[in-house]
């Protein structure tokens, strides 16, 4: 049944062009041709990039962040309480107004310990700023790396400066060991980034980072099968030039070098805009998708190379999105603010003082701190009246 499978999962017309076959892309005569078996390497490279950074962010990144000026907020722990340790683990971590009524009720609590307690809890599980920085510093230095790393690759590559040679006698395009390892290392950082999701530092836009991370897995491991490796290591380095600047202003920002990391965000926007939303649309869309098949027909595999490449133009348009509200809010107030992807932390003393604006300040008498309109049913009342009564009559 196996075999079956693979005989059907590996047939050329799902993979290559029409009429061309697998036995065309054989080893032969010094020519080396892409195999999908060589990227079975990339999974023990992603074991070995995963100790790396570990390593690194222990004994570089930690003591760098100390030496930079980088501190973590002191933060209050709150008081072990199973019902509310439990509300917040399976029904959510911010229960609405109800919701807290009854477990503060049920904890012999008052509403404003309960929101306290909640605040605090969730405060515990926001990762703290060293282990950003650490994060940051490890994906700057990878992508920084991988940048020029593939630019000395490519630079004297005839594709680089002209797309539409991606094409010329494709697939007959012969391997060369320099592109392999910079493919390979690029597909093992990306493996690592999806084994190690449940642990990172998780943003607003967790669930697209998880989409386009298994969408470079896949276009990688396409394009290598498919002998579509010109093309990917475009995309690759095109996305590589902005990704190393996003990291360096991540680090500034959490160094508090406000200055520099407005400079390092605008610089940041410019290559963003300018490699996602005009090089990639005008230089690769157009190249996938017409001068791809000007002299060869459509096949399964250009649809669906084409459609996951449009997958990340939209997360490109949706991040794209993101950045223009921190440049709009930067034109407006003078200084950027924080990356809208974060979860900010909770201060207390905010919450409680705007709570207490909205709520009279209660006395222990049960007095309330502002005035209030006296009863007129009560003992005092009653006698006030009679002796109205009589002075009206001697009158």
């Keep these: ?15 290559l062009p029409p009429n061309v076959t697998w036995t065309e892309l054989e080893d032969r005569d010094g020519r080396v041709y892409p195999h999908p078996q060589d990227l079975l390497a990339a999974l023990p490279l992603a074991l070995v990039l995963l100790a790396m950074r570990l390593a690194f962010e222990r004994f570089i990144g930690l003591p ?7 501190r973590d907020q002191t933060r209050r722990q709150v008081k072990p309480n199973a019902t509310l340790e439990k509300h917040f683990l399976t029904e959510g971590h911010r229960p609405k107004e109800p919701q807290l009524s009854l477990l503060a009720a049920q904890c012999g609590l008052t509403l404003r310990q309960t929101q306290r307690w909640f605040r605090r809890r969730r405060n515990q599980d926001r990762p703290q700023l060293t282990k950003k920085f650490c994060e940051a510093s490890w994906r700057f230095l990878f992508y920084l790396s ?12 005839s594709w680089l400066w002209a797309p539409v040679m991606c ?4 697939p007959n395009q012969t ?4 592109l392999y390892w910079w493919y390979l290392l690029e597909l093992g950082f990306y493996l690592s980034l999806l084994i190690r999701l449940p642990f990172d530092v998780k943003r607003k836009d967790f669930k697209e980072q998880v989409t386009h991370h298994f969408v470079a897995v896949i276009l990688m491991t396409f394009s290598y099968s498919a002998n579509l490796l010109r093309i990917g290591s475009l995309v690759l380095l095109l996305h590589d030039s902005s990704d190393y600047l996003l990291e360096a202003c991540k680090m500034v920002n959490y160094m508090q070098y406000q200055q520099v990391c407005d400079a390092l965000f605008l610089i ?19 190249t996938t998708y017409y001068e791809s098949i000007s002299n060869r027909g459509p096949f399964f595999g250009y649809y669906f190379f084409n459609g996951l490449l449009m997958l990340l133009q939209l997360l490109h348009v949706f991040w794209s999105c993101l950045i223009l509200r921190m440049l709009y809010s930067f034109m407006k107030k003078g200084q950027m603010e924080k990356d809208i992807r974060s979860d900010v932390e909770e201060s207390d003393s905010s919450e409680e003082e705007a709570a207490a604006a909205q709520e009279p300040l209660q006395l222990k008498n049960g007095a309330a701190g502002g005035p209030r309109p006296a009863p007129t049913d009560g003992p005092r009342s009653r006698v006030a009246g009679h002796l109205t009564n009589r002075h009206t009559t001697a009158t």
């Design 146 to 157: 991988s940048f020029v790393g593939g630019l000395s690759v490519l630079y004297h590559e």
């Design 167 to 170: 094409w010329d006698r494709y």
């Design 268 to 286: 940041f926007s410019l290559v963003f805009f300018y490699t996602r939303l005009v090089l990639f649309p005008t230089q690769i869309l157009y």
């Design 64 to 70: 760098l962040s100390r030496w930079l000026g980088v």
């Design 1 to 15: 049944m196996l075999s079956s499978f693979n005989e059907w999962f590996w047939q050329d017309r799902f993979w």
């Design 175 to 178: 391997l060369k060991p320099s």
